[in-house]
């Protein structure tokens, strides 16, 4: 009698491999800080505008972070082929929910702009922070199709720049300056790390350059943003007073902070501390040693997270992750530079601590994909691996 059995794996044993713990924890980390400090900063005012509920931002964020969660996982387990044949209904979902928001029935408006779509149960969602993700996987996966193309002649990039655009017009189209430009670096910056030519750039770059003046200074409010960042002594009861409020909550918080708590007279005076602002609560809580192990955190997740996209073979994996890493270091750092007065005054949230549900939902799933990238370690394979095993030595549970 043959003793030998041969068991065939279903997916290839490449695939299996330990996720990068070290980011898993850092991910863990922020969002659990950033729970915490969503509760000092708003619990005043959750209290004074929502029926005495002190935790209403909390719950709102624990609510979606539990979306969020789902979305990890997902973005986690998916092989990445079936991700990367999402991608265009990705890309679709993301034009069809922007063009939602002109339309008043299902859109909400809020200071003159309309960035979100009404949702059951009193919530709502921003597209704006779908296309973050869209983008990065979408030209992740275009230039990981035209790299495969051996003849540079018959590589194009024109209908990468146009879904690009694209993207960047309908955003802008919503009054989200901020982030529309935001969006645009990102774009850049992929097509940059990717390899291709940024010559195909330059005439929309002098095309742009008189559109962002004149986007600056057609909005009454943007102009005095940058008039309060060149003159910080200008506007200090008016436009300027978030920018300076949050000054002085920064500097209360001295060297060791003023704890828990303690001196939220100073983050009360920031309107809506809870949304872009909250990084001066943290500041004012843990002071100058909590910003630097929180500056460190950040860096710590960004080493993980580039890590793995330096290191994974597959190159759609390893240019989305670098994609979704450098939306939130990016963004993080440029929040963080903005709280403190270094960058003009802008409609950038601090990933893991705004409240947003949006943007905490969308920042998980780029978690989760790339702690899919970390376990690439070796060059998926569609050949099927099997491992012949000896009758004797196997052991039925």
């Known amino acids: 009698m043959n003793n030998q059995f041969t068991f065939y794996a279903h997916k290839p044993l490449e695939k299996y491999h330990k996720s990068d713990l070290g980011f898993l924890l850092s991910v863990m980390l922020l969002w659990g800080f950033g729970l915490f400090t969503l509760f000092v900063c708003s619990q005043n005012y ?62 909400i408006e809020k200071n003159g702009a309309r960035r979100w779509i009404r949702l059951p149960f009193n919530f709502s969602f921003q597209p704006s922070e779908l296309v973050k993700l869209t983008l990065v996987l979408y030209l ?160 710590f997740f960004a080493w993980r997270g580039y890590k793995a996209a330096f290191r994974c073979p597959s190159r759609f994996a390893s240019y989305g992750s670098f994609g979704c890493v450098t939306v939130i270091f990016l963004q993080s750092l440029i929040n963080c530079m903005i709280v403190c007065g270094v960058l003009p005054s802008t409609g950038i949230a601090l990933p893991f601590f705004s409240a947003g549900g949006s943007s905490v939902i969308i920042i998980l799933g780029m978690c989760g994909f790339v702690l899919n990238a970390s376990r690439c370690e070796e060059k998926e394979t569609d050949e099927i691996k099997y491992e012949e095993v000896n009758i004797d030595t196997l052991t039925v549970l």
């Open 46 to 107: 959750a209290a004074r505008f929502f029926g005495n509920d002190s935790f209403y931002f909390v719950k709102r964020q624990l609510v979606c972070s539990l979306a969020g969660f789902i979305l990890f996982g997902i973005f986690m387990i998916l092989d990445m082929k079936t991700i990367k044949k999402l991608v265009m209904l990705m890309v679709i979902a993301s034009i069809v929910l922007c063009l939602l928001t002109f339309i008043k029935p299902f859109s």
């Open 140 to 299: 992740a996966s275009y230039f990981d199709k035209q790299y495969e193309i051996k003849e540079e002649s018959q590589r194009d990039v024109l209908p990468c720049v146009g879904i690009f655009l694209l993207l960047v017009v309908l955003v802008l189209a919503q009054k989200d300056f901020s982030t529309s430009l935001f969006i645009t670096v990102i774009g850049l910056l992929m097509f940059y790390v990717t390899g291709s030519k940024l010559k195909w750039f330059w005439p929309f770059l002098f095309l742009a350059l008189p559109i962002f003046f004149i986007m600056i200074t057609s909005e009454q409010y943007r102009v005095e943003r940058i008039i309060g960042y060149l003159n910080p002594n200008e506007g200090t009861s008016s436009f300027n007073y978030q920018v300076i409020a949050s000054k002085n909550a920064v500097s209360a918080g001295g060297f060791w902070g003023m704890g828990i708590g303690r001196g939220l007279s100073k983050l009360d005076s920031i309107p809506e501390v809870q949304a872009d602002y909250i990084f001066a609560g943290w500041a004012e809580s843990m002071g100058f040693f909590g910003v630097i192990g929180y500056l460190l955190l950040l860096c």
